[in-house]
């Protein structure tokens, strides 16, 4: 409030100096003073985005790389990797994790994680067919994490639906592969 009060009267006194004395000092000093109460205004009318309210998807879990993170691009086969969120209250988050694997690799499912590694994620069956497979996990506000581990190379496209989102916040896709 004070800045904008300062702004102000800085504003009138240098517009007073320029109707009194036309030069190009007064001007700047008009303009400077002017663009600061504009600086002022629109910080202060501009919606606020609490910290509390943010997703966050940091680059390591208590499993290794975090998948979420957008630092993870390619995934080792059989390399575990977290799954971890840390969701602001009063909000979820769904992932729809869908791939599409190679037929190689004598593994019947494209992924699987230690049940008790799993902390805040409840997950829907997972779905195999003709090379595609498909799982969606939903979190609660907090910390979620668990371990993954991918057993057949392909493309992993990730959907991650933030609060109450119909359609994906954001997607990501990230290349499995064996180790050479």
Do not use: C
């Not at 997950?123 to 969606?136: F, I, K, M, P």
């Amino acid at each position: 409030m004070l800045a904008r009060f300062s702004a102000v009267v800085i504003s009138i006194l240098t517009a007073v100096w320029l109707a009194r004395a036309p030069d190009w000092e007064p001007l700047i000093a008009f303009l400077a003073a002017f663009g600061s109460y504009v600086g002022i205004e629109i910080k202060q009318r501009s919606p606020k985005k609490d910290a509390s309210s943010i997703f966050l998807y940091p680059d390591s879990g208590r499993h290794g790389r975090n998948l979420l993170s957008n630092s993870t691009h390619e995934v080792i086969v059989d390399e575990p990797i977290s799954l971890r969120a840390e969701i602001p209250p009063g909000t979820k988050l769904h992932l729809a994790l869908k791939a599409e694997l190679s037929s190689a690799g004598g593994a019947s499912g494209g992924w699987s994680y230690q049940v008790d590694t799993v902390m805040n994620w409840t997950s829907s069956s997972y779905r195999a067919d003709a090379g595609r497979a498909e799982q969606h996990f939903d979190a609660e506000a907090g910390l979620a994490d668990m371990r993954l581990r991918f057993h057949r190379s392909g493309q992993l496209t990730i959907e991650g639906f933030e609060g109450t989102a119909q359609s994906a916040s954001w997607r990501r896709v990230v290349v499995l592969r064996q180790e050479r």
